[in-house]
């Protein structure tokens, strides 16, 4: 069983378009986050949910939008895509509160913007 | 501001060997030190994570060390394998910040055989 998921795996697109990722945990945890990891592989964290709440909102341009429908998903929205948006996109989970402070990764998306 | 250095970069060291990687920090605050691997093409996994109340923790080949008042960490990989060529991260998770990691730059370990 995958413990977090994350559709789709790899996502080509061109500038100026609109595309989302979804992501899905079957952990049981209440708190999810995004991150992006650039071409030399810097991870850097872009939001965190907890409980559908958002907790964590880094200085990310307003085109990309998350959206929590319930605890075990968080979606990522991208609008009028551009180059620099190009990265792997990965999808976590974590229970706040916990006695462990591990966060679970997906799979990560491609994106290329071309 | 919130930093994670880490060092180094790339590390090449011959199967058999011992291999460490260190990260420096600045928030004073960090109680939380996990280490990432990353393999090609996969998300980040914790191999091993230290609270701010322990010096040293062990588990099997891999140990983790570290020094609050200086403000560093370190991954000691023991008796390395081919399979352990991956990328390593370290990571500080920030006080009363909802969880949140700030990830050092990555260390991309090669053993060869």
């Known amino acids: 069983d995958t413990a977090v998921s994350q559709t789709p795996k790899y996502l080509v697109t061109q500038m100026g378009n609109d595309k989302s990722i979804k992501c899905e945990q079957n952990l049981g945890h209440d708190t999810m986050y995004w991150y992006k990891q650039d071409s030399k592989k810097f991870l850097k964290i872009m939001f965190s949910?907890?409980?559908?709440?958002?907790?964590i909102n880094e200085t990310v341009p307003n085109r990309f939008s998350p959206k929590s429908p319930d605890k075990a998903h968080l979606n990522l929205h991208i609008n009028s895509l551009e180059l620099g948006d190009s990265a792997v996109y990965f999808c976590?989970?974590?229970?706040?509160?916990?006695?462990?402070?591990?966060?679970?990764f997906g799979p990560g998306t491609r994106l290329t913007v071309t | 501001g919130e930093n994670v250095e880490q060092h180094p970069s790339t590390l090449s060291v011959q199967e058999g060997d011992s291999a460490v990687i260190k990260c420096t920090y600045s928030?004073?605050?960090?109680?939380?030190f996990p280490w990432y691997k990353q393999e090609l093409g996969k998300g980040p996994q914790l191999i091993i994570d230290i609270r701010s109340n322990v010096g040293e923790k062990k588990d099997q080949r891999i140990a983790v060390t570290l020094n609050k008042t200086a403000k560093h960490f370190s991954l000691h990989i023991t008796e390395t394998q081919p399979e352990d060529s991956a990328v390593y991260f370290c990571a500080i998770r920030l006080g009363n910040q909802g969880g949140k990691l700030i990830f050092g730059q990555g260390t991309e370990l090669s053993v060869k055989p």
């Open positions: 928030d004073s605050a960090s109680n939380y």
């Open positions: 976590a989970s974590s229970q706040r509160g916990g006695s462990s402070y591990e966060q679970y």
């Open positions: 949910y907890n409980n559908k709440e958002l907790i």
